[in-house]
């Protein structure tokens, strides 16, 4: 009896181990996705961390486009002549979380019956998975897949609770970056015309043309050149009036 009772406290002992170990791994997860300066890199800390420090072997990651899934990376080693784009049509739990933004963590993938029997997560020898969404203010912008090759002990309270942390701040690094672009390009939007009005001062109205254009350029960087033309009925057609970058 003294011995299953020292057992016991040896199995308490190292699942609070373990959970305390996943625990600081989550939240270093966390406190590096502050330092993010894009949602791609955002998304490879999150994967790269799962991996590194909280030893998970393969991680997908999974969007919205158009309605349909997509995959759209992979982190980790996948076994050869498996093709896990072609197999993502089928059932799998990204399209879950995708769908209904749940969060899910099994630790034993054989005894799961709803599960185990994904063709993606068969070809990738999952024995235990975590998968859950980030939910942005516009909605479901990707789900994560963790996927590990071995049994991983039976997940607790805390181990939801620190998945649900790195979603919830994946998803808040991701709002900000949204919001700093979207003011960034407000701001320069207000400079330009700042701009535009101080340059009109009291031009001639060719030179008013030519700023248009020219205001025009900088708020389209990617227009190689413009023009401004004004439809003239009698002839019916549209006249020049000031153009920039035309050879």
């Not at 020292?6 to 997860?29: C, F, P, T, Y």
């Not at 490879?44 to 997509?70: H, R, W, Y």
């Not at 993606?120 to 479901?140: C, E, Q």
């Not at 805390?158 to 700093?180: C, G, K, W, Y």
């Amino acid at each position: 009896e003294m011995v299953e009772k020292v057992q016991l406290q040896d199995l308490v002992i190292a699942d609070l181990s373990r959970a305390s170990k996943r625990i600081n791994a989550g939240l270093e997860i966390v406190e590096n996705l502050n330092k993010q300066t894009n949602r791609s890199t955002i998304l490879e800390t999150i994967c790269q961390g799962l991996i590194s420090k909280m030893g998970f072997d393969i991680v997908l990651v999974a969007e919205p486009s158009n309605g349909t899934p997509q995959l759209i990376n992979i982190w980790g080693a996948v076994p050869p002549d498996t093709n896990p784009e072609a197999l993502f049509g089928q059932r799998n739990p990204l399209h879950k979380s995708l769908a209904d933004a749940e969060i899910l963590l099994i630790s034993d993938l054989e005894n799961n019956q709803h599960w185990n029997k994904s063709p993606l997560l068969g070809a990738l020898n999952s024995k235990s998975l975590i998968s859950f969404p980030i939910s942005t203010g516009s909605g479901i912008d990707a789900a994560i897949l963790a996927i590990s090759q071995q049994v991983l002990p039976e997940f607790i309270n805390d181990d939801e609770t620190i998945f649900r942390l790195i979603s919830h701040q994946s998803a808040v690094a991701i709002n900000n970056l949204n919001l700093m672009t979207e003011t960034g390009y407000r701001l320069l939007e207000v400079n330009l015309l700042l701009d535009f009005s101080r340059r009109l001062g009291s031009l001639d109205p060719t030179r008013i043309l030519r700023i248009l254009v020219e205001s025009a350029m900088q708020v389209s960087q990617p227009a190689q050149a413009g023009m401004v033309a004004i439809f003239d009925p009698g002839l019916n057609l549209l006249v020049p009036q000031a153009a920039s970058r035309y050879q």
